[in-house]
């Protein structure tokens, strides 16, 4: 039976406890990096996988999402040994606790990259791989030494290059072994023995590709020490292009592949010879631009000294003489063309101030005036009289005698002279007068328009 306790239970449905117990497991582990046997591997449309990872005594289950997978360096399978970098949740659906994978490579592998990963941080908290540290390269090495194995393809591919590039560069080979359980030994020996020696401005450190177990030497904490105490500068040429080495990281310089390296440190012998052929035409133009200005120079000397043979003062003088003789034949011409125009302009004045011109100039004025008066009264004759027309004319065609002359009539009552402008102001029987363009007519109404309506 329920009693009143029932109503204080904190009752929890299945779904808040898998979803609280998923918040604490996702909240209570970082991300993991698990190793195990890869087991009850499914991989359905959606392109996510699932699979168990297993021991000895355990296994657990594992999700891996579509765009994680995307990113596998290779093909799962059953049975294989792996390591997956996961972290920890809870499949709500079922209340599975499971992995949720984010990376996973196979475990040889995958211990060699965590091992890898913390060199890596230990070398780079030392120091060794500050950029401050790596020295340049010689761009004229005399002499370049190859570290590497004198039977691999590495050694073979670094000649190449080299006497592509610059075949007159001499090479030493210190053989060694690049990679098995002596491999290291026998490079930081070779490494040192170089230094020893100094016959070479700078070494190259180089081997072919591999998988990274292949490359392990290269990882090597003695191997990178070795390389940073050298005092010759060191250039790597490890592997592929996308084989990173803690090698290549101390380096002075890292090239991509062997071949990559030889191209770092040789000088191209064509770049050289279109550097001299450059050089040369910078040679010639300079001296041919010195030849140049010694020439201007020899011409501006010769000049300067005609300049002060004491026969070109004289010429200097002779021209100034002329000069000022003709600027003194100018200001004489002008001065008397100045005073001829004065004279003239005096001569005008005086000549306008004559009597007898004065005279002469109204004399001249009267006749005209005089013609003038002659010609005005018959043209404002004619003027007004065509002015007078035109009011005449204007005035009969208000004028209404011009209308009773097209035909119309003017009728006024004969007894009053009251003029008729309605049918209804006069009877039938009335007598009226009617004033015509040409004299008048007396008409009896018979008839008028009201009635004949």
């Known amino acids: 039976m329920p009693t009143d306790l029932d109503f204080s239970r904190d009752i929890w449905t299945v779904s808040r406890l898998t979803r609280e117990v998923r918040a604490v ?58 390591l997956a970098r996961a972290r920890v949740s809870l499949y709500e659906g079922r209340g599975d606790f499971q992995l949720v994978v984010e990376h996973l490579e196979p475990a040889g592998a995958g211990a060699l990259r965590l091992e890898f990963e913390r ?32 039977s691999g393809a590495a050694v073979r591919d670094l000649i190449s290059v080299f006497g592509r590039r610059f075949p007159a560069l001499p090479l030493v080979i210190y053989p060694t072994q690049v990679q098995g359980d002596g491999a290291v030994a026998d490079l930081v020996e070779m490494l040192t023995l170089a230094n020893r020696r100094a016959e070479c401005d700078v070494l190259i450190l180089a081997r072919g590709g591999g998988s990274l177990e292949d490359l392990r030497a290269f990882n090597d904490e ?70 140049e200005n010694l020439r201007r120079r ?78 005005a009264p018959p043209r404002l004759i004619a003027l007004q009289h065509e002015h007078l027309s035109g009011l005449a004319q204007a005035l009969h065609a208000l004028s209404p005698l011009a209308t009773l002359a097209r035909g119309y009539a003017i009728l006024h009552r004969t007894t009053s002279g009251e003029v008729i402008r309605d049918a209804t102001q006069v009877a039938v029987g009335e007598r009226v007068t009617a004033r015509l363009g040409q004299g008048t007519l007396t008409a009896r109404i018979e008839s008028t328009g009201s009635e004949s309506a």
């Open 25 to 82: 497991l996702e909240g209570s582990f970082p991300l993991l990096w698990v190793e195990g046997e890869m087991s009850n591997l499914s991989q359905p449309a959606s392109g996510h996988i699932y699979f168990s990872l297993k021991d000895e005594a355990s296994q657990v289950r594992c999700a891996m999402f579509r765009n994680k997978r995307l990113l596998l360096g290779f093909r799962p399978i059953n049975g294989q040994q792996v």
């Open 119 to 150: 060199l890596k941080r230990k070398l780079a908290a030392e120091g060794l791989f500050d950029p401050a540290l790596k020295r340049p390269l010689p761009a004229f090495p005399r002499q370049v030494g190859l570290i590497t194995s004198p």
């Open 222 to 291: 003695g191997l990178a020490r070795a390389i940073r105490a050298s005092a010759i500068p060191v250039v790597t040429g490890v592997g592929h292009e996308i084989d990173l080495t803690l090698a290549d990281l101390v380096a002075d310089q890292r090239g991509a592949t062997p071949s990559a390296a030889a191209e770092l440190v040789s000088p191209s012998a064509l770049h050289l010879r279109q550097r001299l052929i450059a050089h040369e035409q910078r040679l010639y133009q300079s001296q041919a631009r010195h030849l």
């Open 298 to 375: 020899w011409q501006a000397a010769e000049r300067h000294l005609r300049l002060l043979h004491p026969r070109a003062e004289l010429e200097r003088r002779q021209q100034r003489t002329d000069e000022l003789e003709r600027r003194l034949g100018e200001a004489l011409r002008r001065r008397l063309e100045t005073l001829r125009r004065r004279q003239e302009q005096a001569g005008s004045r005086l000549l306008l101030r004559n009597p007898a011109a004065r005279v002469a100039t109204l004399r001249l004025r009267l006749s005209a005036l005089d013609e003038r008066l002659r010609r």
